[in-house]
């Protein structure tokens, strides 16, 4: 099946500690991207990548650090210093046109003990 | 700044009943339109999409409408199904870039 995975479904995190959260694609897009959405609002982008080993910031990239070693895989770090980290968080991934459509994984769920 | 908006946050309908999920946009270099269907604890659907030279398009059960001169989108969604349940987000993309705005998102609901 083609397709973008997340992991984990449920990811809890400790005062102070980073933590990761994968993303995998086989739809040989070049482009990934990362949003954050809280209850009841909408998507805000995170960061995003159009090409291995390149990636800017979205509108809301403090707290946040990516890699991008790889064409499948753009994984997101919480750091520590994401003072609200409490969210679903989504990744995506397209085609590099200005008009591509954008296709989502099922989502990690962070919460904070 | 600008940015994508929807006008009713809730939507409740009959089972059957036609659909109406209204958009603004407010930045005329928008240049490409998606709807998205979310379903609680998963992550947005493509629907449908509309590129800005278009007015209409049709899909399954749904149309899009885009009117440019007063910036407003619309999802339609014919006879509609208790499936239907969902938060519905539409997402545009400025004219030259790659990347999405979002707006809030529209619940609806379906009553059998």
């Known amino acids: 099946d083609g397709g973008i995975t997340q992991s984990p479904k449920y990811l809890f995190r400790k005062e102070g500690q980073n933590v990761t959260l994968s993303c995998e694609q086989n739809l040989n897009h070049d482009a990934m991207y990362w949003y954050r959405q809280d209850p009841g609002q909408g998507l805000r982008l995170i960061y995003y990548s159009q090409i291995v080993n390149d990636f800017q910031k979205g509108d809301i990239a403090e707290g946040y650090s990516v890699s991008r070693e790889k064409k499948e895989s753009f994984p997101l770090t919480v750091t520590s210093a994401q003072k609200n980290p409490t969210a679903f968080y989504l990744c995506?991934?397209?085609?590099?046109?200005?008009?591509?459509?954008?296709?989502f994984g099922p989502g990690t769920r962070l919460l904070v003990l | 700044g600008e940015n994508v908006g929807l006008h009713l946050p809730t939507l409740s309908v009959q089972e059957g009943d036609n659909s109406i999920i209204n958009c603004a946009y407010s930045n005329s270099a928008s240049d490409y339109f998606i709807w998205y269907k979310q379903e609680s604890g998963k992550g947005p659907q493509f629907i449908i999409d509309i590129r800005s030279n278009m007015d209409k398009r049709q899909g399954q059960r749904v149309t899009v409408l885009l009117n440019k001169t007063v910036k407003h989108l619309s999802l339609q969604i014919a006879a509609t199904q208790p499936g239907d349940s969902a938060v519905y987000f539409c997402?545009?993309?400025?004219?030259?870039?790659?990347?999405?705005?979002f707006g809030k998102g529209t619940m609806l609901l379906v009553s059998p």
């Open positions: 997402a545009e993309i400025l004219r030259g870039y790659s990347t999405l705005t």
């Open positions: 995506a991934s397209s085609g590099t046109s200005s008009r591509e459509t954008q296709y």
